[in-house]
Nanobody, 121 residues
């Protein structure tokens, strides 16, 4: 059974920083493309940042220059470093990660449980 465990959310003041982690656990051979999404109250879920197996990244315009997505394949973990946080960054953040359970299996998409980030003074 594959699970994605997220951590690192919390309350931070405007201008502060947080680092989110998304660790895949279970019987896992490798991880593929990953991404962080967020959903604010009353809004649709949106892509914040994505990272491919190659390491190439993409970001929503609203977070470019402030957020950095990275990965550690050995730890089967994807990170989101969030700097210069703004109140409008307040949302539940979800990780999405492709997981391969064996060398003969394909990659299947999994979602984390979500972690709340609140930016407020």
């Amino acid at each position: 059974q594959v699970q994605l465990v997220e951590s690192g959310g919390g309350l931070v003041q405007p201008g502060g920083s947080l680092r989110l982690s998304c660790a895949a656990s279970g019987s896992i051979f490798s991880i593929g493309a990953g991404g962080w999404y967020r959903q604010a109250p009353g809004k649709e879920r949106e892509l914040v940042a994505g990272i491919r197996s190659s390491g190439s990244t993409n970001y929503a315009d609203s977070v470019k220059g402030r957020f950095t997505i990275s990965r550690d394949n050995a730890k089967k973990t994807v990170y989101l470093q969030m700097n210069s946080l703004k109140p409008e960054d307040t949302a539940v953040y979800y990780c999405n990660l492709e997981v391969q359970v064996s060398s003969l299996a394909g990659y299947f998409e999994h979602w984390g449980q979500g972690t709340l980030v609140t930016v407020s003074s």
